[in-house]
């Protein structure tokens, strides 16, 4: 990593750096030191310090999520993209987020996850089977995504050959939150929420006509059926939730666990530590995704007059949240550019903070546990036959490519 300092008086979210996907921490610590509430050429104002998005996090009433002001000249008022991006229970505020999430929490009870562990366990066993048989895998293609996908899919009752096909469509619905976009993209993003829509609306109707107990961790039933203050969800909120799930449902796990295991390969002493202490486990998972945010900035929206970091900011200004630049604050975070497997306190900000606290981050958490867990056990001699691919994104963090040999 380049440890000169780099010139961030100009930076701007729409036009970074060549080299800021390879390396944003250092840029993020310029950020933190010199400007950390960073106003950008749009009028924006990029948040980088530990405290600073805690105060935001916290204050819901102050800060909200709901993006109609900003996605409508986004994505245009009418378009299916702006459609999702303001029916998704991420991006709206109480009351309707409040009723929302807690229909939504019917996907997440503890019996539903605890439906989980054997399938999740037998989908690792199996993937591993087979690197051991070719003598090696992609990460990413053949275990970070297969299993978070395929763990989502059982969960809305989807066949898993479809899995591609949801991937597909996913990638294109989350672009469009990048902080730009090429015409081509809007257009990919918008065709990708119509067929989505599509497809899940004859799942839906199919699981009318054939509902289930929930017995293998199924939750389509519980959503179609969930209750708050006698209201379920509307037929229109419900397709958006389960695109919404398929889609955070795998991201943040594919990127954990392809993270995890590249920066786990490229420190030897840490595998060993693991090797030695397996209950270190829990800790890992949390250290990859405080080291390695999936998701690296969340937004909210000034609802009034607002000071933030010894910064006034007037109502309607919109902060940028920068996940990653507050998970590496050294204010916050003992020596937070090493990587330790044991870090305790660990109070990374990757599932957000307060009523938006990532709804899956209980889920996630135990795919990582039993990935990383099996992985390393499984094949101690585990090496990198090549480097990490990065995606060209900014707001997801995610590796494309990353070849191992077991």
């Given amino acids: 990593m380049t440890t000169t300092e780099p010139d961030i008086r100009d930076f701007d979210l729409q036009a970074v750096p060549g080299d800021f996907i390879a390396d944003p921490y250092r840029y993020f610590a310029a950020l ?63 009351p309707d987020h409040r009723r929302i999430r807690n229909l939504f929490q019917a996907a997440f009870t503890r019996k539903a996850l605890e439906a989980l562990r054997p399938r999740i366990a037998e989908l690792v066993d199996g993937y591993l089977d087979a690197a051991e048989d070719r003598g090696g895998m992609d990460v990413v293609e ?12 059982q969960m809305l009752g989807l066949p898993p ?59 389509l039933t519980a959503l179609m059926e969930a209750e708050e203050d006698g209201r379920k969800l509307s037929e229109l909120e419900l397709l958006h939730q389960c695109i919404f799930m398929l889609n955070a449902g795998h991201e943040t796990s594919t990127n954990m666990i392809s993270h995890g295991v590249h920066e786990m390969l490229r420190r030897p002493d840490q595998v060993a530590r693991l090797h030695t202490d397996p209950g270190l486990i829990t800790t890992m998972v949390e250290e990859v995704l405080r080291f390695q945010a999936p998701i690296q900035i969340n937004n909210r929206r000034a609802a009034r007059d607002a000071v933030v970091g010894g910064v006034d900011l007037p109502e309607g200004t919109v902060v940028h949240l920068m996940i990653g630049a507050a998970n590496h604050d050294p204010a916050q975070f003992a020596a937070p550019e090493q990587f330790d497997i044991g870090r305790q306190p660990n109070r990374h900000l990757s599932f957000g903070l ?5 709804a899956g981050n209980t889920l996630g958490r135990i795919e990582g546990e039993i990935a990383f867990g099996k992985l390393f056990a499984r094949f101690p001699n585990l090496r990198l036959t090549g480097p990490a691919k990065l995606a060209n994104r900014i707001r997801f963090r995610e590796v494309t490519e990353l070849p191992v040999a077991v």
Wanted: with cysteine; net charge negative.
């Fill in 32 to 94: 933190r030191e010199h400007s950390p509430v960073h106003r950008l050429p749009d009028g924006s104002v990029m948040l980088t310090r530990y405290d600073d998005l805690c105060a935001v996090y916290r204050d819901p009433d102050g800060w909200r999520s709901g993006k109609k002001a900003d996605f409508a000249p986004k994505f245009g008022p009418g378009s299916p993209l702006y459609e999702h991006h303001t029916t998704s229970v991420v991006f709206t505020d109480p």
């Fill in 142 to 153: 053949d275990f970070s995504f297969t299993l978070p996908i395929a763990v989502i899919c």
């Fill in 161 to 219: 050959e479809d899995r591609v096909l949801i991937r597909d469509w996913a990638v294109a619905i989350l672009t469009a939150l990048e902080p730009k976009l090429t015409p081509e993209q809007l257009d990919t993003g918008n065709r990708a929420v119509t067929d989505f829509k599509a497809y899940l609306t004859d799942l839906i109707a199919h699981r009318k006509a054939h509902p289930t107990d929930g017995a293998d961790g199924e939750v």
């Fill in 354 to 358: 307060g009523i938006h606290i990532c």
